[in-house]
C-alpha cells in the first residue's frame, strides 16, 4: 500500500514563505513524476507545479518566479518552497505522484491527503 504524506500548511501574512513538503512510503518500485496542486473553496483543483525524476519542471503562470518545486529521490519526497504569498494562494494544497507500486506492478496516481495553506491580508 502507497501513501503521501504532506506537511508545511499554515497562516502566514501576504508577502510570507512557507515550505510543503510530501513523502511518499508503502509499497514503492519507483516515482516518476511527481507535482503539488491546490484547490480554493468552490473552485476546482489546479496545477500549481511538477517535476520529473530527472528534475524537470512546469509551473502555473501564477506562481512562476515565486513558488519553487523540488525532490529528494532517495527520500521519496518532494518540497514546494513558497515565497511572497499573495491571499489568493489560500487553499487546500495537495501532493501527487505517479508511483510503481511493487504488489500491484502498476502504474498509479497517488494523491495526499492535502495541507491548508492561509494567507492573510
Known amino acids: 500500500q502507497v501513501q503521501l504524506v504532506e506537511s508545511g500548511g499554515d497562516v502566514v501574512q501576504a508577502g510570507g514563505s512557507l515550505r510543503l513538503s510530501c513523502a511518499a512510503s508503502?509499497?514503492?518500485?519507483?516515482?516518476?513524476?511527481m507535482g503539488w496542486y491546490r484547490q480554493a473553496p468552490e473552485k476546482q483543483r489546479e496545477l500549481v507545479a511538477t517535476?520529473?525524476?530527472?528534475?524537470?519542471?512546469n509551473y502555473a503562470d501564477s506562481v512562476k518566479g515565486r513558488f519553487t518545486i523540488s525532490r529528494d529521490n532517495a527520500k521519496n519526497t518532494v518540497y514546494l518552497q513558497m515565497n511572497n504569498l499573495k491571499p489568493e494562494d489560500t487553499a487546500v494544497y495537495y501532493c501527487?505522484?505517479?508511483?510503481?507500486?511493487?504488489?500491484?506492478?502498476?502504474?498509479?496516481?497517488?494523491w495526499g491527503q492535502g495541507t491548508q495553506v492561509t494567507v492573510s491580508s
Open positions: 501527487n505522484a505517479n508511483i510503481l507500486d511493487i504488489v500491484l506492478t502498476i502504474w498509479r496516481n497517488y
Open positions: 508503502g509499497s514503492i518500485l519507483s516515482i516518476n513524476a
Open positions: 517535476i520529473t525524476r530527472g528534475g524537470s519542471t
